[in-house]
T-cell receptor
Framework: AQKITQTQPGMFVQEKEAVTLDCTYD???????LFWYKQPSSGEMIFLIY??????QNATEGRYSLNFQKARKSANLVISASQLGDSAMYFC?????????????FGKGTKLSVIP | GAGVSQTPSNKVTEKGKYVELRCDPI?????LYWYRQSLGQGPEFLIY????????DSGLPNDRFFAVRPEGSVSTLKIQRTERGDSAVYLC?????????????FGPGTRLTVT
């Protein structure tokens, strides 16, 4: 079975500063994908970034980057130059390939608050 | 283009009643997923459709839950004899269905409250 652990229920960051949201995962599969989603108070899940288990380079998407450490089974999200609009819940999720379904297993999330 | 839509946005029902929740995926997306998100938790997988068939229903909690996608587009999640523990936000997601690394696009969810 797959498991995602997000140990930070809440985080605060000053506007324009960088912040790291932690995510560790557990799987016995060799091929998997890691996702980060943002969920504002409106409730919709917004895709941010993806990292495949065989990708050699850390993924980046604009202000988002994923610090992927395979040996430690961690996939931390780094948000640079935080903006007030970044205040939201952030979920780390994992997809295991080859299981016949591409369902995502989510962590419990981290609530990020950006302080002006 | 239009994203994933879900109706109703809110549903309040009495314990024991039957409810239907609808999901309209992005046009052309063959894969469709249902998730349930309880308060303070991440979404939990319920069922996955590839086309018209339920390819994986391992997340359905019991036989009171059922979902269909008869024409490979719109899907309906059906809950019989609702219980208070069914109260949650039900999220639908669709993806192109090309396999792994398929980004799932989520709808706004239906908030179900069972009184």
């Amino acid at each position: 079975a797959q498991k995602i652990t997000q140990t930070q229920p809440g985080m605060f960051v000053q506007e324009k500063e960088a912040v790291t949201l932690d995510c560790t995962y557990d799987t016995s599969d060799q091929s998997y994908g890691l996702f980060w989603y943002k969920q504002p108070s409106s409730g919709e899940m917004i895709f941010l970034i993806y990292q495949g288990s065989y990708d050699e380079q850390n993924a980046t998407e604009g202000r988002y980057s994923l610090n992927f450490q395979k040996a430690r089974k961690s996939a931390n999200l780094v948000i640079s130059a935080s903006q007030l609009g970044d205040s939201a819940m952030y979920f780390c999720a994992m997809e295991v390939a080859g299981a016949g379904s591409y369902q995502l297993t989510f962590g419990k999330g981290t609530k990020l608050s950006v302080i002006p | 283009g239009a994203g994933v839509s879900q109706t109703p946005s809110n549903k309040v029902t009495e314990k024991g009643k039957y409810v239907e929740l609808r999901c309209d995926p992005i046009s052309g997306h063959t894969a469709l997923y249902w998730y349930r998100q309880s308060l303070g938790q991440g979404p939990e997988f319920l069922i996955y459709f590839q086309g018209t068939g339920a390819a994986d229903d391992s997340g359905l909690p019991n036989d009171r839950f059922f979902a269909v996608r008869p024409e490979g587009s719109v899907s309906t999640l059906k809950i019989q004899r609702t219980e208070r523990g069914d109260s949650a936000v039900y999220l639908c997601a669709s993806s192109p269905g090309t396999g792994e690394r398929d980004e799932q696009y989520f709808g706004p969810g239906t908030r179900l409250t069972v009184t």
